[in-house]
Nanobody
């Protein structure tokens, strides 16, 4: 069974930074895209950022452009989300997801494996 586990969430003031980690196991990590999504109470799950199998191609939401960076270490089966210049609007539960293809995607239906989520709260 594929397992995906996020860590690194917490409480931070606006303008601050956090780095989230996502460790995956149970399949050949290096062959598949990984992505981050987030969900605030009462809102739909929202795409944040994704990286392809090689780490050479990324997609990101306009709302995080220039602030968030995704990277992966295939040797460690781990993907990272570096979040800088955080805003209160970034407050949500952040979910790491494993793709069914190698390409980076914004589409929820191209991800099949999901972590438990980690809370990020940005205070004003």
């Amino acid at each position: 069974q594929v397992q995906v586990v996020e860590s690194g969430g917490g409480l931070v003031q606006a303008g601050g930074s956090l780095r989230l980690s996502c460790a995956a196991s149970g399949r050949t990590f290096s062959r598949y895209a990984m992505g981050w999504f987030r969900q605030a109470p009462g809102k739909e799950r929202e795409f944040v950022i994704a990286i392809d199998y090689s780490g050479l191609n990324t997609y990101y939401a306009d709302s995080v452009k220039g602030r968030f960076t995704i990277s992966r270490d295939n040797a460690k089966n781990t993907v990272y989300l570096q979040m800088n210049t955080l805003k209160p609007e970034d407050t949500a539960v952040y979910y790491c997801a494993g793709g069914v293809f190698g390409r980076a995607s914004r589409l929820v239906n191209e991800y099949a494996y999901w972590g438990q989520g980690t809370q990020v709260t940005v205070s004003s």
